[in-house]
């Protein structure tokens, strides 16, 4: 039994089919397929039950997986573990947010100063984020939905408004702020289910007992301001959103609501060894976001 059939094993488990594990693994897929069959006859019991192409664990894999995943988390932080002891500044940081635009200020001074550390970045879910995180699949989460669990260990690293966007020529722009029975009948750009932005227009809207029409859900921020502009809809956006250049375009409206707030948290996982590189990264964005700021104009 050596390390790479049970990273493979670990691989087939999580996926319950072998050619998208052996397309992750990057290896044949026959090959793969007899290395399962080599670890299974080593063990002497069967670890997938086989129905055609699909695969499922079962109660031995299920049992054996556990082992494996916790064996094999000791091992690489055991090996994260002796580079940090040794002083080398390198590392890779996985990190997983709702939303990427939290993250580019603290990259913008984080990269330069770190060249041999890697940072990776992943989009996901409130509940996707914390599966990465159990899984090891990421060290850090930024999230501005609570992540449950005990195992589960967070910072605040700001507590801001949340603003309406409306185009410049519509009949709320000229108000500076709205309250929620305002809004009903307006059409709404938001992000699929899972995300804060959906989770809070959802949950405003149900308090004041009003109707959400949503005509648009997404994550493409890059392209909601545009969108508001052609007058397709409204948006809910939060402070770190705002840009000179958007002020032009859309109007930011305060909300009468004080629920109309997000909280934005780093969040890792309290058992389990975080590399250096890694609490760098993560102290870096605590830091950068607890930094004094100028006032922002809109």
Known sequence: MDLLALRYFQTVARLEHVGRAAEKLRVAQPSLSRTLARLENELGVPLF????RRIRLNRFG???????DRALAELDDARQELDDAAGLERGTVSVAAESLLALTDPLRTFVPGHPLVDVRLSQASAEGMAEKLRAGDVDLCISSQ????????SRVLLDEQVFLCVPSGHRLAGRGHVGLADLEGEPFLTTRPGYWQRALVERLFAKAGLELHIVCEGDEAAVLFQL???GLGLALVPSLGLRPETSQTVVWLDVDD????RVLSVAWREDTYLSAAAQRFRDHVVEHFHAPAGPRSR
Do not use: E, M, Q, Y
Request: glycine share 8%; net charge positive; aromatic share 4%.
């Open 49 to 52: 039950d086989r129905h055609g």
């Open 62 to 68: 299920t049992a054996f997986l556990r082992r494996v």
């Open 146 to 153: 609570p992540l449950a669990g005990n195992d589960l260990r």
């Open 228 to 230: 508001i502009d052609a």
């Open 258 to 261: 004080p629920d109309c707030r």
